[in-house]
């Protein structure tokens, strides 16, 4: 029998609190430490609770673990590694919605600076170093090492909402996660390749992608880990009016 929504009591809200405050983007996992399936189904399941505008659902999840994670991989960096050697090559490879503005002002600017000069520096790499740079990006497409990669697609026939329905999908898959002691990385790093992922994942030609996201157990002694981002006050953004 379950249990009415309206009625169901949250026991520990701190705990709640925790699980929220305590997601970051983890980027290294321990590869060989393996997430079991039933956990995987049973945090989508949790996320699908997420709202969506009349009830679309617009989530399409691609799990890739073992070969089918590898492959995807070893792809998408060889893709990569050529776009560095030539950047024309770039033009063959765009993102199907613009994730990031297409010019950027303060205050945003000042937070991407500051998120990228504290990630680079904290990996002791100076600006300047395009090598080191580039390898590090290429993390991204070794799901940094996390056991399971997702991909996240939608029908492109839905609108702009659908983003905003599936972000609220997205978080809970990584809040629940947090709950069972496992980690996540978001990534729109991803985007760009959506030729090579997308017959690769099995998609339908009607299919876009969202994003992809790395899913593991955290490597606690890895230096990068210990790479937390700022957040503004709720002061600072909120606005009361009576």
């Known amino acids: 029998m379950n ?4 009625a169901t009591v949250v026991a520990d809200p701190a705990s709640v609190d925790a699980a929220i405050e305590s997601r970051f983007s983890c980027r290294a996992f321990l590869r060989e430490r393996p997430v079991a399936r039933a956990d995987i189904e049973h945090l989508l399941d949790v996320a699908s609770r997420a709202p969506s505008g009349t009830n679309t659902q617009p989530w399409k999840v691609y799990v890739l673990q073992g070969a089918a994670r590898d492959t995807l991989a070893d792809k998408v960096c060889a893709a990569h590694d050529a776009i560095y050697a030539d950047p024309t090559l770039a033009e063959q490879y ?29 990996l002791g790499i100076q600006k300047g170093e395009k090598d ?6 290429q993390r991204n497409f070794r799901f940094f090492d996390a056991p399971v990669g997702l991909m996240f ?39 760009g390749f959506a030729k090579i ?20 157990y955290a490597d606690i002694d890895a230096r990068v880990n210990t790479f937390h981002t700022p957040r503004e006050p709720a002061s600072a953004f909120t606005h009361w009016r009576e």
């Open 153 to 191: 697609t939608m029908d492109r026939i839905l609108g702009r909402g659908s983003l905003m329905d599936y972000g609220m999908f997205l978080q809970n898959i990584m809040v629940a996660a947090r709950a069972r002691g496992l980690h996540t990385c978001p990534q729109a790093a991803w985007n």
């Open 132 to 137: 080191k740079m580039h390898a590090q990006h």
């Open 3 to 6: 249990v009415s929504q309206v």
């Open 94 to 122: 765009r993102e199907e919605y613009d994730y990031y503005p297409t010019k950027w002002i303060p205050p945003y600017i000042d937070r991407r600076r500051e998120n990228g000069w504290g990630l680079y520096g904290l």
């Open 197 to 216: 992922i997308l017959p690769h994942i099995g998609a339908g030609e009607n299919e876009m992608i969202v994003c992809g996201m790395s899913l593991g």
